[in-house]
């Protein structure tokens, strides 16, 4: 049996339950978070967050409270020690990701360098 390998992302408890109620209105109890980092945007890289069924054995995968957030191996540098939110006001409603790697942002706030 092989070891589960592990990230340091952060979610927020507010994010998590939209997570959580987000999985429950798909009626899917396999759905996870997963959180991933690809070349592109005016920055250098864009975050991708989606829902996933699949688990590949090289995936880090940490537990909130019965919600489970999933990197794969490529994007873990390059989110170590970032936290997932998630806002719903006037101004903004979905999840933001503070990531104190990022050495700067474009005004989309999709992507970093």
Not at 65 to 73: E, P
Request: charged residues 25%.
């Amino acid at each position: 049996m092989s070891e589960t390998l592990t990230h340091t992302v952060d979610l927020t408890e507010v994010a998590r339950d939209k997570v959580r109620a987000l999985i429950e209105a798909e009626a899917n109890e396999e759905l996870r978070l997963r959180i991933e980092v690809k070349t592109g945007g005016c920055s250098g890289f864009i975050y991708q967050l989606f829902f996933d069924e699949e688990l590949s054995e090289s995936d880090a995968v940490r537990d909130f409270n019965g919600v489970q957030v999933v990197v794969d191996m490529k994007s873990v540098p390059y989110l170590d020690g970032a936290s997932i939110d998630y806002e719903d006001t006037i101004q903004k409603q979905g999840f933001t990701i503070d990531n104190p790697n990022a050495q700067s942002t474009c005004a989309c706030g999709d992507s970093f360098g």
